[in-house]
């Protein structure tokens, strides 16, 4: 079975651009969350979806949003790109949507502002 | 509110030699803990987890960690180090009910020397 993928697994962006980063939970999995690792920090909770509605959110600017589609995928859109937005920004699944079951994460999609 | 701290951003060990990776936890409810791996380039993976059960936990790979609510600690050991435990090490906890999102450490990055 496929695990969580994530794309695209690289990009460079400006400052000022826009992103759009998606991920494909595991098959069977209603639950996406998206996760930023800083280099050097550890994942720090943007979003949790679970069927297609928000149901957490972490401390992160209004420039961040998410979306989940009726098929469980999910986009993570980041507007007016800074500098410090570059980050590994890896998508997490789970079958039900608390913390009591094991969140898989993909290998992450890593963003590069200039 | 919750958090976690991982004392040694960096620890090294010989093969064959113990393991010992610190976590301490601060939590207001009653907290559910988590060790996660990260290789080099990949996505985490999940080492174990405590959820009130037994306080000894035992995951993957040989590593197991033990819930110490008098020291709030959970930290991560292994009898004999190999090669391939060299690896990011992250520490988590649960932040709050019915949502995903998981509050995690700093991090610690194991080498194990031959």
Sequence with gaps: DAGVTQSPTHLIKTRGQHVTLRCSPISGHKSVS?????????PQFIFQYYEKEERGRGNFPDRFSA?????????????????GDSALYLCASSFTNTFVGELFFGEGSRLTVL | A????QLGSHVSVSEGALVLLRCNYSSSVPPYLFWYVQYPNQGLQLLLKYTSAATLVKGINGFEAEFKKSETSFHLTKPSAHMSDAAEYFCAVTGGSNTDKL????????????
């Design chain 1, 34 to 42: 998206w996760y930023q690792q800083v280099l050097g920090q550890g």
């Design chain 1, 67 to 83: 979306r989940q589609f009726p098929n469980y995928s999910s986009e993570l859109n980041v507007n007016a790109l800074l500098l």
């Design chain 2, 2 to 5: 919750q958090s976690v701290t």
């Design chain 2, 103 to 114: 509050i995690f450490g700093t991090g610690t990055r194991l080498q194990v020397f031959p």
